[in-house]
């Protein structure tokens, strides 16, 4: 999916990339590239058209992984975009990948001057705090397991790019419960 789709279906339009109110760049990035580091302005949004990265935050002496960013999806240090200081969280392409980014100097200005983008501003933030509200949700009640489940179920397809102490530091448990979980599920 390319983000002009991700546009047009939030916003049930057709447009072409050269209708947006903004400029759209595609970059590709090799594994292991940081896109937004610890103590940075975040000055982009990207989209997800092909990869994973990992959005992680220190925590005392270690650091947590907080979400996976999958084909399809909007990401970016959130916070740090919209108020200008300098972002708790690092993000990290875990294969190489392919996305669209759109710079907050671009963005912010058609929020201004397009209805059409100012809509897809508020359905995107609305979409983002419902994810982190589910997210929030799944932690209180769901198992390890449960949400290990969902993330094969809706992401097979590069569970096997993420190491497997990424996925337990995002599940909250230690590499070897998951790879328990892992075993009861293959049997």
Not at 43 to 69: C, P, R
Not at 104 to 122: M, Q, T, V
Request: with cysteine.
């Amino acid at each position: 999916m390319l983000f002009i789709d991700f546009y047009n279906a939030i916003l049930n339009t057709s447009f072409a990339y050269d209708d947006l109110p903004f400029s759209v760049e595609t970059i590709k990035v090799t594994k292991g590239t940081r896109l937004t580091v610890y103590g940075q302005l975040e000055d982009s949004l990207y989209f997800m058209n092909k990869g994973v990265v990992e959005m992680a935050i220190k925590s005392y002496m270690t650091e947590k992984i907080i979400d996976f960013f999958f084909e399809g999806e909007l990401f970016c240090g959130y916070t740090s975009f919209l108020d200008q200081l300098p972002t708790d969280v690092q993000t990290t392409a875990l294969m190489d990948s392919e996305m669209e980014v759109i710079k907050r100097k671009d963005l912010l200005p058609a929020y201004d001057h397009s209805l059409e983008a100012n809509k897809f501003g508020r359905i995107a933030t609305e979409q983002g705090y419902i994810r982190k509200s589910n997210r929030e949700k799944d932690l209180l009640t769901k198992t390890a397991e449960e949400r290990y489940e969902e993330m094969f179920r809706t992401h097979s397809d590069y569970i096997s790019f993420i190491p497997v102490n990424k996925v337990a530091k995002y599940l909250g448990i230690h590499p070897e419960s998951l790879s328990r979980i892992r075993k009861k599920m293959n049997s």
